[in-house]
Each structure stands twice: as C-alpha cells, then as structure tokens.
C-alpha cells in the first residue's frame, strides 16, 4: 500500500526565517513519482514540482529546494527566506506509474509567516 | 495556462436536497478527478473519470455519483445531501500520461449542508 506522512499540522515562522516541510513516502513500486503542492488562501492548489524515483538531484527554484531521499523515503520542501505571501497549506503527494491514476496525498501542512 | 474552473465557490444547501457541482476544463486533458478536502484528512479522492462516460470509484465514492458527457466537463452529484458531506470539494484534471501527470485543480466550491 502507499501512504504519505506529512507529520507537521501547523508550523509558524518569522518572515525571512527559513523553513522546511518534512513529507515521507511509503511504496512498494520502484517507479513513482513525488510531487508538491500549494494551497494559497484563495482555495486552489497550485502545482509546485514534480520528481521522479530515478532522479535523486536536489532542486531549487529561487527561494524554493527540494531534497529527495530515497535511503529514508523523504521528499522535503525547504523554503528559504520566507515571506508572508508563503503562508499556505502545503500538500506532498506520490503517484505510482502502474495502476490508475490516483494521487496519494498527506494531510498537508499548514505555513503561517509571520510579518 | 491550465484552467480548471468550478461552478461555484460556496453552497448551502439542506438535507435532502440534490446537489450538482460542475467543473469544466480547457485543456482537452482525458482525466477528470473529484476530491473532498477535510480538516486533518487532506484530499481524499471520490471519484475520476478517464474519458467520457468513463468512471472510476475513488476511496469514497458513498454518497456520490458523478456524470462525463463531454470530455470538458466533470459533474459531481449528491443524490441526497447530509450534513457529513459538508466540505470543500476539489475538481482536476490532468493529461492521460500514467503516474507522472501533473493534476491541475480547480479554487474549490465549499459547501455547507444544514
């Protein structure tokens, strides 16, 4: 079975602190695919990134880093220099290529940078 | 830009009733998804569709149907509403790659049952 633990419910910081948003991943299949989102007050999830099991590059994306692990099944989201547009739920979720189409998402954690 | 749009942002509706909810999407993807957001439980997903007419039961399909006319648009219906669907609703979509596609989501209809 797979499943997603986002252990964080809530985390507060200080603008400019840096943060990280700690996601585990647990499957069977050897090929899967990870993938982070952000949910915005306005309600939508936006797509952050996207990383397959074969790629073990960390990414960074401006402020945005992401660091995959396979040897501890850790996919985390560190995001540096915060700001309060960062304020978000954040979701990590994993998608195994065989069978259907699912996302397996964790509960989300939720951002709040305080000004 | 994706777009996946959802008829209404907020609904209140009472037991009982028969509630509709749409999402329509540009961008000819052959998969359409519905998922409930609750506090705690993150998104669970109800049901999708991979083509039209085609559906597939989620992990909590009780409770709900859906309908896939046109490959643009995704309908959710609440044959009988109860106050344990109150919620906020996702709708996406997301090109027919297995596993690597990207799902693209709707702002989400928050909706009360009173």
């Known amino acids: 079975a797979q499943k997603v633990t986002q252990a964080q419910t809530e985390i507060s910081v200080v603008e400019k602190e840096d943060v990280t948003l700690d996601c585990v991943y647990e499957?069977?299949?050897?090929?899967?695919?990870l993938f982070w989102y952000k949910q915005p007050p306005s309600g939508e999830l936006v797509f952050l990134i996207r990383?397959?099991?074969?790629?073990?590059q960390n990414e960074i994306s401006g402020r945005y880093s992401w660091n995959f692990q396979k040897s501890t099944s850790s996919f985390n989201f560190t995001i540096t220099a915060s700001q309060v547009v960062d304020s978000a739920v954040y979701f990590c979720?994993?998608?195994?290529?065989?069978?259907?189409?699912?996302?397996?998402f964790g509960t989300g954690t939720r951002l709040k940078v305080l000004a | 830009d994706v777009k996946v749009t959802q008829s209404s942002r907020y609904l209140v509706k009472r037991t009982g009733e028969k509630v509709f909810l749409e999402c329509v999407q540009d961008m000819d993807h052959e998969n359409m998804f519905w998922y409930r957001q609750d506090p705690g439980l993150g998104l669970r997903l109800i049901y999708f569709s991979y083509d039209v007419k085609m559906k597939e039961k989620g992990d909590i399909p009780e409770g709900y149907s859906v309908s896939r006319e046109k490959k643009e648009r995704f309908s959710l219906i609440l044959e009988s509403a109860s106050t344990n669907q109150t919620s906020m609703y996702l709708c996406a979509s997301s090109p027919s790659t297995r596993g690597k596609n990207i799902q693209y989501f709707g702002a989400g209809t928050r909706l009360s049952v009173l």
């Open positions: 979720a994993l998608s195994v290529t065989g069978g259907t189409y699912k996302y397996i």
């Open positions: 990383r397959n099991s074969f790629d073990e």
């Open positions: 499957t069977r299949d050897t090929t899967y695919y």
